[in-house]
């Protein structure tokens, strides 16, 4: 079994900060890629910023310039950073991961936390 866990939503003003994290947990032989998505109330999933295994990064053209992604491949954990906090953020985001259980490879989902930006 693989696990996801999410860390560092809450809420914050325009202009603001936060850092989410997540951390891949269970019987992993290797992540290939990690990245973060996002859904507001009534919109599509979106993806907002990917990392690979050879730290190609990915990232939505309404982040660019304010969220940062990263990759700690000894923790198996990922980490966006977000900066410069819009009203337009507010969402759940969802860790994503794809990775080898063992021998096979499949996508794996957080359970989403949720990140709301005041004005």
């Known amino acids: 079994q693989v696990q996801l866990v999410e860390s560092g939503g809450g809420l914050v003003q325009a202009g603001g900060s936060l850092r989410l994290s997540c951390a891949a947990s269970?019987?992993?032989?290797?992540?290939?890629?990690m990245g973060w998505y996002r859904q507001a109330p009534g919109k599509q999933r979106e993806l907002v910023a990917t990392?690979?295994?050879?730290?190609?990064?990915n990232y939505a053209d309404s982040v660019k310039g304010r969220f940062t992604i990263s990759r700690d491949n000894a923790k198996n954990t990922v980490v966006l950073q977000m900066n410069s906090l819009k009203a337009e953020d507010t969402a759940v985001y969802y860790c994503?991961?794809?990775?080898?259980?063992?021998?096979?490879?499949?996508?794996?989902w957080g359970q989403g936390t949720q990140v709301t930006v005041s004005s």
């Open positions: 269970g019987s992993i032989f290797s992540i290939l890629a």
């Open positions: 990392v690979t295994t050879g730290g190609t990064t």
């Open positions: 994503y991961a794809e990775l080898y259980e063992g021998l096979v490879r499949r996508g794996y």
